[in-house]
């Protein structure tokens, strides 16, 4: 069994101001492997980052406790510090200096060599496609390049997790798989992460295991096997019909349909859980017609992250 790399038992974080509360995360536990890729899960406002805040030493939770790479965030925020890389949202590279530059500062920082730090920093622009960008001012680059030497300068120090904070948001999806790409190579070879994300793919994409968070709560932790053959094992019908018609007299004839486990009525849309799709579909469709509803679409979804989803919280998932 992997040593634990990340764990945290019980967090949470209330942000206190101009007279208000927000209860940004209550409650969230999770337990990482070494070497495994871990995603954190949820839609905006969840309370990713505010969680990835707490692992990274930034924020300090309001209770609960973190261990993370065999340090204290809250007691030793030192040692937590030095020996993870974190790469926030936001583009916090020096525009002052170039791409090396910006690799070259932190290994100096971190105690490096000016040659080490500098022979480390050309490698790894080098392993990231971005070796004759070496000299380009910051402001010169790409979204896509920018981020892709903010996640080399956080592992300029080897460090032993690799933070990302919603790694391709904003980013054209080419930029995005050719990252996921960058990032699989390193899961790997061994690096440790643990990525925030909105996007559901992101995370079917990445991530072994993922901790599925929503209103600052979790809400499943497993790998996508697990998750989907625990919440989301079944496939979701949906039939939408014409706005402002009541399934009052669908649902109950659909719910003897065999096979349908369980049926939602949301707005216009009817929902059907079922584990065989097979028949279903077309019992689903006679049954709104037989009652007399005009339907406007059908769709089927096979178990996913996003039907895990909807069985969790009764909610579309939204990114
Ligand atoms: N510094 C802060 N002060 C007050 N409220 C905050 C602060 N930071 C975050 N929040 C609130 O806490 C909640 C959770 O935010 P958080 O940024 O952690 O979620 P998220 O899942 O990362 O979402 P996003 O992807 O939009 O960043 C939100 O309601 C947000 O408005």
Known sequence: ????????????KTYRGGGREVHAVRGISLSVREGEAFGLLGPNGAGK????????????????????????????????KRR???????????????????????GRFAGLSVRTARQRGQELLERFGLGDRGDAMVHRLSGGQAQRVMIARALLTRPAV??????TSGLDPQTRVNLWEMLREMHAEGQTILLTTHYLEEAEALCERIT???HGRTLASGSLEELTSLKGGDSVVSVVHEPGTSLMNVLEPVRRIPGVSRTEA?????????????????????ASLDAGLLVLDVSVRRP???????ALTGREYRE
């Open 1 to 12: 069994m992997a040593a634990i790399a990340i764990e945290t038992s019980n967090l949470h």
């Open 49 to 80: 980052s505010t969680t990835f805040g707490m692992l990274t030493t930034r924020v300090q939770p309001t209770s609960g406790s973190m261990r993370v790479a065999g340090a204290d965030p809250v007691a030793d925020p030192v040692s937590v």
């Open 84 to 106: 993870i890389g974190a790469v926030t949202q936001h583009n916090t590279l020096d525009r002052q200096l170039t791409a090396l530059e910006n690799l070259e500062f932190r």
């Open 162 to 167: 690799l933070f990302l904070d919603e790694p």
């Open 212 to 214: 599925v968070v929503d």
């Open 266 to 286: 949301d707005d216009a849309t009817l929902r059907v859980f079922t584990d065989r799709l097979h028949g279903v579909v077309p019992a689903v469709l006679r």
């Open 304 to 310: 996913s992250l996003e039907t895990v989803f909807l």
